[in-house]
Structure formats: structure tokens, C-alpha cells
């Protein structure tokens, strides 16, 4: 039986209410929905999301290992399953730059693998995408797996089943072990124009 969150947050659809709801949790993490990713990889990975998405949100299966093989390390793809309040996401792939952070995951519900008092932000990071259908940046301290030294830009972005469904979601994650957090935050919220929370 799964440990959700007891305060499984509301879905989030904005980055605004993303960064509210990231100053009211304490999470370190801001979120950017102008996709200005400092990491030039990333930004590959969002021209090539935006350029299958001609018609939409791209599907799925579109997202060939072919088209995906240079970003292959550090990409991964959750599928949602279920919804509202029995919403679950499950990781279906996870590179190997990825795993050597966070482990693998691969076949394993974050639910399962999460500490339960960070649930909350990783729910949240996953619902934006998928209910704004758009991707996003989010700049975050990995706290998650005891790696708050790191800091990491990650590009988010919904993914179509074959049946028309949005409930797939590409990661791509550049991390970072030289710059701290508060410069990086600091810097990020000069960028936003976003205040420090009090």
C-alpha cells in the first residue's frame, strides 16, 4: 500500500503558484516558466520538445531513443497514474548520470522511494507540467536524497500517451556540486523578479 503524503498538496497549474506554494513549504526550489535554462543541454532538450510539439504535446513514443540519445544520462520520464487525491507517479526511466544521485528508480513509484516530508514538492514539480501543458525550469537544492550540496536545473515537460492522454512527464537534470545555493537562488530571483521570502 503506498504512503501518500498527508497533506498531498492541491495541483499546481502555474509557475506562480508554484513559487507560492514553494515559499510556503520552505522547499528550495523556484520555478521559471520563460524556459531560460543556464545549462545548454537542457536547452537542446527543450528545442527538441518544442519542435515535436508542432502539433501539441508531443507524444510519448515520439520521444524515440534515437531523438533522446544525447541527452540519455540525464534524463527521466514519470507516468501519472490515478487522480486528484490517488494520484501517483511512477518513474519509467531514469539515466545513468541520474542514478548516481538519486539511485535507481526505474520501475518504482516515488512514493515508495521518497522520504515523505518532501513528497509534497515532488508531487508538485510533476502535476505543473502535466496541468499546465507546457514545460518548465525549476532551479532546486537536491535535498531530497541527502544531497543538499548540490544544486540542480531541471527542464520539465508533458508527454502524450498514444490515446491522447497527458500523463507522462520528460525530466532533464543538469546538477551542480561548485556553486551554493543561496548564490544560485539569489541569482535566480534577481532573474524572476521574484521577492525573498520573509
Known amino acids: 500500500m503506498p504512503v501518500l503524503p498527508k ?5 499546481i497549474a502555474s509557475a506562480s503558484a508554484f513559487n507560492k506554494a514553494a515559499a ?8 521559471d516558466a520563460s524556459c531560460a535554462f543556464d545549462n545548454p543541454t ?7 520538445w518544442r519542435d515535436e510539439a508542432k502539433d501539441g504535446i ?3 513514443n515520439a520521444m524515440t531513443a534515437r531523438k533522446l540519445q544525447p541527452f540519455m544520462r540525464n534524463i527521466a520520464i514519470y507516468e501519472r497514474i490515478g487522480e486528484d487525491l490517488q494520484r501517483r507517479y511512477r518513474v519509467r526511466l531514469m539515466g545513468s548520470g541520474i542514478v548516481q544521485y538519486y539511485g535507481e528508480l526505474t520501475g ?3 512514493d515508495e522511494v521518497v522520504p ?8 508538485a514539480l510533476s502535476d505543473l507540467p502535466l ?7 525549476l532551479v532546486l537544492r537536491a535535498d531530497t536524497f541527502d544531497k543538499s550540496y548540490l544544486v540542480a536545473e531541471y527542464f520539465c515537460a508533458p508527454l502524450a500517451s498514444d490515446n491522447g492522454l497527458t500523463k507522462f512527464i520528460l525530466i532533464g537534470i543538469a546538477f551542480d556540486g561548485k556553486r551554493p545555493w543561496n548564490v544560485v537562488e539569489a541569482e535566480t530571483r534577481a532573474k ?3 521577492a525573498t521570502p520573509s
Open 7 to 11: 497533506n498531498l498538496p492541491a495541483e
Open 24 to 31: 510556503a513549504g520552505g522547499w528550495p526550489i523556484l520555478c
Open 42 to 48: 537542457l536547452s537542446d532538450l527543450l528545442a527538441l
Open 58 to 60: 508531443p507524444l510519448r
Open 108 to 110: 518504482k513509484y516515488v
Open 116 to 123: 515523505e516530508k518532501y513528497l509534497p514538492r515532488w508531487y
Open 131 to 137: 496541468l499546465s501543458g507546457k514545460p518548465v525550469r
Open 192 to 194: 524572476l523578479d521574484l
